[in-house]
T-cell receptor, first 115, second 117 residues
Framework: KQEVTQIPAALSVPEGENLVLNCSFT??????LQWFRQDPGKGLTSLLLIQSSQREQTSGRLNASLDKSSGRSTLYIAASQPGDSATYLC??????????????FGQGTTLQVKP | GAVVSQHPSRVICKSGTSVKIECRSLDFQATTMFWYRQFPKKSLMLMAT?????????EQGVEKDKFLINHASLTLSTLTVTSAHPEDSSFYIC?????????????FGPGTRLTVL
């Protein structure tokens, strides 16, 4: 059974700092991995999607890496800003299942960037 | 880009009543829609997968008679919480999968906050 874990559960950093969020998964047979942002009381915004054959994806100040063999992904945020404050969720999509659309989510990391 | 809407955004109801939540893909066709539930400070839990024109597939532990799902068209899926009780209070989020796209990306709705008194 696939399990996704995110550490830390919460993180507080001063503005301008670079930071890394971690995501680990127990089953390396994944189709892809996706990072989402969720603001309080809101839905999910997709940030980056990494296919199983890829190592990393970049978008602006965000860089996500994927190491399937070790079951890990990181989300790197450069030069953090107060507007980056949100909960960040990672989710893996299974491979080879009859329901290939199913996403397994981690518990999220709540980030606070202090001005 | 692909936009998914949910209606209502929040609803308060009395215990014992039924509540219907709509999920619409506004600018694309979605052969598959997903319904998630999220408790405060917790992650999303998949409740069921909804395929257009067929019965929904429910995850283990989710009562199909309690949470009725209908996917009548390629742009609309509904979740009905029947005989709601306070423990059904939660944040419900749907997502829609873009049909025929290799990346199989799911697009998420803004969520519906259900409070059962």
């Amino acid at each position: 059974k696939q399990e996704v874990t995110q550490i830390p559960a919460a993180l507080s950093v001063p503005e301008g700092e670079n930071l890394v969020l971690n995501c680990s998964f127990t089953d390396s047979a994944i189709y892809n991995l996706q990072w989402f942002r969720q603001d309080p009381g809101k839905g999910l915004t997709s940030l980056l999607l990494i296919q199983s054959s890829q190592r990393e994806q970049t978008s602006g100040r965000l860089n996500a890496s994927l190491d399937k063999s070790s079951g890990r992904s990181t989300l790197y945020i450069a030069a953090s800003q107060p507007g980056d404050s949100a909960t960040y969720l990672c989710a893996v999509r299974r491979r080879g299942s009859s329901n290939t659309g199913k996403l397994i989510f981690g518990q999220g990391t709540t980030l606070q960037v202090k001005p | 880009g692909a936009v998914v809407s949910q209606h209502p955004s929040r609803v308060i109801c009395k215990s014992g009543t039924s509540v219907k939540i709509e999920c619409r893909s506004l600018d694309f066709q979605a052969t598959t829609m997903f319904w998630y539930r999220q408790f405060p400070k917790k992650s999303l839990m998949l409740m069921a997968t909804s395929n257009e024109g067929s019965k929904a597939t429910y995850e283990q532990g989710v009562e199909k008679d309690k949470f009725l799902i209908n996917h009548a068209s390629l742009t609309l899926s509904t979740l009905t919480v029947t005989s709601a009780h306070p423990e059904d209070s939660s944040f419900y989020i749907c997502s829609a999968e873009l049909a025929g796209v290799a990346s199989d990306t799911q697009y998420f709705g803004p969520g519906t906050r259900l409070t059962v008194l």
